[in-house]
């Protein structure tokens, strides 16, 4: 398939970056990279999805991953994945000599492998200088969702369900293939129930996750729902409002610097001081500017506030204070800054997730969560906003009967931007500016 009959087939059927932000697949694939990556990192303590998936669907997502390297020109894919995902690496290496472009990088369990910055590092040995993307090297990289999904659309199946793993204080973890658009809370009770009197819900990983409401509901990004009691250490420090940590800062910081050395945008050569940061933050904004600039480029990884500092301090949150103002300024993060090749002692800065999620208290939730079947979901609320860009519209009415793979939402003319499906047969009953709700009553 030529490469723009390929990207207008995955903005039809809407296909983004299943994780993280959802930038478009469409707009991501380009013919002047030589490498794409798939990445099966997974690197957030008690995911499981996608080295479920890639075990579950390697023929397809292979095939898929070989389409992508046809149709961009690409002169090698590389599977990135760790090597103690074993079922995963084991179905791999049964279907892998059927190409010859695709080859396997095994990674070590480290947190976080799946930071595209540290991923083509890792995998080719080049450097993204900081506020580049992947391109600027050369390398597309996708997740392996995304490439189901990509074989899914070259079959004429739009984007209507994502895998998501329901974990932590729930009495079955599981791993479901879910409606796009399903209630949280149907989640959590098809996994048998919250376990604790008063929990919290994260959507995402325990690193990067975002606390949600059980009302809210799955969108083509829900990688997981952490159920977790109101009182864990990782709810609270996500509950933490910029004042106290502010006030906190201020009174504790004892500068002892292993922010920074842990910093993974530190060690992968990125000016990213969060040590300074706190410095000049302590100082009431007094102080060197440049470490503010610097900020910009923290991934939010959140290693810094959930491992590194020993006074229970939070870089992370008043870095993404320090964000949320500059954007709302319109201060850009400066350009033309080169990424440093080696930093020091870079090996012996790795954090080993198992480590990790021993720090975080979440070692009792890190069992298997095996992909479940669920029974049919009787209504779903869709939101046209899924995806980096410009929201979808709507293209039903209220009153409308819909079935599953049915347009419900366009792609807007201009700017980056992809349609959006009906995830399972039924009426549409209510259409806001936020979401389609669909019931089958
Ligand atoms: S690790 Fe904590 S105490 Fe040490 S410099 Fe960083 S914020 Fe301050
Ligand atoms: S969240 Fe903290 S550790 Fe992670 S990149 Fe940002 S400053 Fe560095």
């Known amino acids: 398939m030529e490469l723009s009959e390929l990207k207008a087939l995955l903005r039809e059927s809407g296909v983004v970056g299943a994780g993280g932000a959802g930038f478009p697949t469409y707009a991501k694939l380009t013919d002047k990279a030589d490498t794409v990556i798939l990445n099966c990192a997974e690197c957030e303590p008690l995911l499981k999805l996608h080295r479920q998936a890639l075990e579950l669907h390697v ?107 329901v974990a932590g204080e729930v009495k079955n973890p599981m791993t479901v293939y879910a409606p796009i658009g399903v209630k949280i809370a149907d989640l959590v009770r098809l996994a048998g129930g919250e376990t604790v009197e008063k929990p919290e819900y994260l959507s995402g990983g325990p690193m990067m996750g975002k606390l949600v409401s059980p009302a809210d509901s799955v969108t083509k990004t829900t990688n997981a729902i952490i159920v977790l009691s109101e009182t864990h250490s990782v709810v609270m420090n996500k509950k933490r409002n910029a004042k106290i940590n502010l006030r906190r800062t201020m ?7 292993t922010c920074t050395d842990l910093c993974s945008r530190h060690v992968a050569g990125y000016p990213v001081e969060p040590h300074m940061v706190m410095r000049v933050l302590s100082n009431g904004g007094r102080g060197d500017s440049s470490s503010i600039m610097g900020a910009m480029f923290c991934s939010g990884c959140g ?44 090996d012996y800065r790795k954090i080993s997730v198992e480590r990790l999620t021993l720090r975080l208290g979440l070692k009792k939730y890190d069992v298997s969560a095996p992909i479940t079947d669920i029974p049919e979901i009787k209504s779903v609320k869709i939101k046209l906003s899924q995806h980096i860009g410009v929201s979808s519209k709507p293209c039903v009415h209220v009153g409308d009967t819909v079935k599953k793979g049915d347009v419900v939402a366009v792609a807007a003319e201009k700017g980056l931007g992809v349609n959006i499906h009906a995830s399972i047969n039924g009426t549409v009953t209510d259409i806001t500016q936020k979401y389609i709700k669909i019931e089958n009553i």
Do not use: W
């Open 251 to 257: 009174s504790v910081c004892c500068q002892c610097h």
């Open 59 to 165: 023929s397809e997502i292979l095939h898929a991953f070989n389409e992508i390297l046809t149709a961009t020109g690409a002169n090698r894919g590389i599977v990135a994945v760790k090597k103690h995902y074993k079922a995963a690496v084991a179905a791999l290496e049964s279907e892998i000599s059927d190409y010859d472009k695709i080859s396997v990088c095994k990674l070590e369990s480290v947190y976080p492998a799946g930071d595209e910055v540290i991923l083509v590092k890792r995998v080719t040995g080049r450097s993204i200088n900081p506020g580049e993307l992947p391109g600027s090297v050369g390398v597309t990289v996708c997740n392996v969702e995304t490439v189901y999904n990509v074989y899914k659309a070259l079959n004429g199946m739009p984007v209507t369900h994502k895998y998501v793993t």
């Open 303 to 346: 290693l810094c506030e959930s491992y590194s500092c020993p006074q229970g301090l939070s870089p992370r949150a008043l870095i993404d204070e320090i964000k949320a103002q500059a954007r709302m300024n319109g201060v850009m993060p400066p350009r033309g800054i080169k990424a440093l090749e080696h930093t020091e002692h870079e």
